[in-house]
């Protein structure tokens, strides 16, 4: 797997995806981000360790599978929210490229931008074939 160049966005892998818009819960002060309900099924019950690969850095977060709200370390996310620059309005795309009972591995791609608040429900693409169109 290449990792991006210069905030190139490369193409989804056919994998299980999410795009996540990132609202006032995802970055400060809340830092909090819990795993679509699609995911649900294919992840483990328990608490692992998950390895977030975002251009050539890799973050490790751990996974909280089980608790209801399937959600990543708040103080772990904090800082890949922080190291990255996030900010309320840009995108994650979360790629599941690994999933056992002892590690999780994501492929997270960022895209920057204030998407504005009326298109949000315009970004919900769930296979590679289905593209994100905004009107």
């Given amino acids: 797997m290449e990792p ?28 909090n981000i819990c795993l679509p309900t699609k995911f649900h099924s294919l992840l483990p019950a328990l608490m692992i360790p998950t390895a977030i690969l975002c251009g050539e850095k890799v973050w490790k977060i751990d996974y909280y599978g089980n608790r209801r709200s399937k959600a990543l370390d708040p103080k772990q996310w904090k800082k890949f929210v922080n190291d990255n620059g996030l900010k309320c309005g840009d995108a994650c795309v ?35 074939d289905i593209p994100i169109i905004i009107d």
């Fill in 4 to 31: 991006p160049q210069n905030g190139e966005i490369l193409p989804l892998l056919g994998k299980l995806y999410h795009p996540f818009i990132l609202s006032k819960s995802h970055v400060p002060p809340i830092y």
């Fill in 94 to 128: 979360f790629e599941l490229l690994e999933c056992s009972s002892t590690l999780l591995k994501f492929r997270v791609q960022i895209l920057r931008g204030h998407i504005p608040f009326q298109l949000h429900h315009k970004f919900s693409g769930e296979t590679k």
